[in-house]
T-cell receptor, first 111, second 116 residues
Framework: EDKVVQSPLSLVVHEGDTVTLNCSYE??????LLWYKQEKKAPTFLFML????IEKKSGRLSSILDKKELFSILNITATQTGDSAVYLC???????????FGTGTLLAVQP | KAGVTQTPRYLIKTRGQQVTLSCSPI?????VSWYQQTPGQGLQFLFE???????NKGNFPGRFSGRQFSNSRSEMNVSTLELGDSALYLC???????????????FGPGTRLTVL
């Protein structure tokens, strides 16, 4: 069965810290891995990764994919309270050609 | 460019009733996917519509159904509501087609359904 596992489930950091969120997957016919940020309602798109070893960056956020070891990490440097959210990892592919989501990592950034 | 819109934003129903939720995708997007989000289960895929046809379906009972119109707007219907149907229902749109053009999905604000 296709699955996406995120770790840790939650973490609390202080402003200025650097955090690393993990996403591992077992998905047949892998096509892409996506990261989303969900604050109150709608998940907002952050990155899509399709190739191993190529880092995607947006400001203080960056992500990289390892297709051999079947995982991705999302790094956030110099965290701010506005980074507090649930970060979702999703993988495109699978038996039914849909996005498969992990349960998310709840990040709380304290001032 | 307007984002994905969903109506209504909040809904309270009682057990046994039925409900219809609406989703308007981003202009130019032809694929609409629906998800149920609950604290315990996370985001669970319901179904995906592309060009008015259901292309993928998740593991939900037949009480959950949907459709898509020629303008790509989509509706989701839940009949004979149960307490466990209380959740945030999210729709997401993408360009559609196949592969990566379907994977990059943009979410609407969701409809919070409470079943009493």
């Amino acid at each position: 069965e296709d699955k996406v596992v995120q770790s840790p489930l939650s973490l609390v950091v202080h402003e200025g810290d650097t955090v690393t969120l993990n996403c591992s997957y077992e998905v047949t016919n892998f096509r892409s891995l996506l990261w989303y940020k969900q604050e109150k309602k709608a998940p907002t798109f952050l990155f899509m990764l399709t190739s191993s070893g190529i880092e995607k960056k947006s400001g203080r956020l960056s992500s990289i994919l390892d297709k051999k070891e079947l995982f991705s990490i999302l790094n956030i440097t110099a965290t701010q309270t506005g980074d507090s959210a649930v970060y979702l990892c999703a993988v495109g592919g699978g038996a039914t050609n849909k996005l498969i989501f992990g349960t998310g990592t709840l990040l709380a950034v304290q001032p | 460019k307007a984002g994905v819109t969903q109506t209504p934003r909040y809904l309270i129903k009682t057990r046994g009733q039925q409900v219809t939720l609406s989703c308007s995708p981003i202009s130019g997007h032809r694929s609409v996917s629906w998800y149920q989000q609950t604290p315990g289960q996370g985001l669970q895929f319901l179904f995906e519509y592309f060009s008015e046809t259901q292309r993928n379906k998740g593991n939900f009972p037949g009480r959950f159904s949907g459709r898509q119109f020629s303008n790509s707007r989509s509706e989701m219907n839940v009949s004979t509501l149960e307490l466990g149907d209380s959740a945030l229902y999210l729709c997401a749109s993408s360009f559609g087609g196949t592969g990566l053009r379907t994977d990059t999905q943009y979410f609407g604000p969701g409809t919070r359904l409470t079943v009493l």
